[in-house]
């Protein structure tokens, strides 16, 4: 039982829900109450589909690859303190990333 409430809590700091919240926010500004439903209800759906997908073929395919755990864990710290340099010094590009939603991007499935 505790492993399931580390893991919760760990999967929930990665998702960080209540940071998303604004963001969902802005970008479905200009929609409706049905439409902002189902950009959510497909956005769910979408990441739920990628998290199961690597729960059950995560460790298949970095085998395969002959990746070991811990070079996996080591690269992904890096990624996560790149990405942390990169909202400390704003090089962020949200006038880009509403520019791709208006050209059509699905607004549910979007990095």
Do not use: C, Y
Request: proline fraction near 5%.
């Amino acid at each position: 039982m505790e492993s399931v409430i580390h893991e919760f809590i760990l999967l929930w700091a990665v998702i960080d829900p209540i940071g998303t919240v604004p963001i969902f926010l802005a970008v479905t500004a200009s929609m409706n109450a049905a439409q902002s439903r189902k950009v959510a209800l497909k956005a769910v759906f979408m990441a739920a589909m990628v998290l199961l997908f690597f729960v059950v073929a995560g460790q298949l395919l970095l085998e395969t690859m002959g990746i070991p755990l811990p070079a996996f864990e080591i690269a992904g710290g890096i990624v996560l303190f790149i990405f942390a340099l990169t909202m400390i010094f704003g090089e962020s590009k949200p006038e880009e990333e509403m520019h791709l939603i208006e050209k059509g991007a699905s607004s549910a499935v979007f990095p």
